[in-house]
Nanobody, 113 residues
């Protein structure tokens, strides 16, 4: 069955960095585009970044453009979200998702000011 397991969240100071990972299993990872979403403490959901099946095409929310980088390693069935220059407003639960709607359980990112 499809499984997506996020890791790498934690507590970081404003200006710091974190790298999230999402390990996929149960499907042909290289056939699917992937996304990272986040849900803020106010329960707002935002699409943060997406990446095509080959990794050639990426897209970002304006709020993270220039600070976050999405990538993938199809040999390791893993997608990543490198987050730099973190801000308190980046505090959220981060989820990876397959393009067609499967989600992981999420990982908490907390940025202190």
């Amino acid at each position: 069955q499809v499984q997506l397991v996020e890791s790498g969240g934690g507590l970081v100071q404003s200006g710091g960095s974190l790298r999230l990972s999402c390990a996929a299993s149960g499907f042909r990872f290289s056939f699917y585009g992937m996304k990272w979403y986040r849900r803020t403490p106010r329960k707002e959901r935002e699409l943060v970044a997406s990446i095509s099946d080959t990794g050639v095409i990426t897209n970002y929310a304006d709020s993270v453009k220039g600070r976050f980088t999405i990538s993938r390693d199809n040999g390791k069935n893993t997608t990543y979200l490198q987050m730099n220059r973190l801000k308190p407003e980046d505090t959220a639960v981060y989820y990876c998702a397959r393009y067609d709607g499967y989600w992981g359980q999420g990982t908490q990112v907390t940025v202190s000011s």
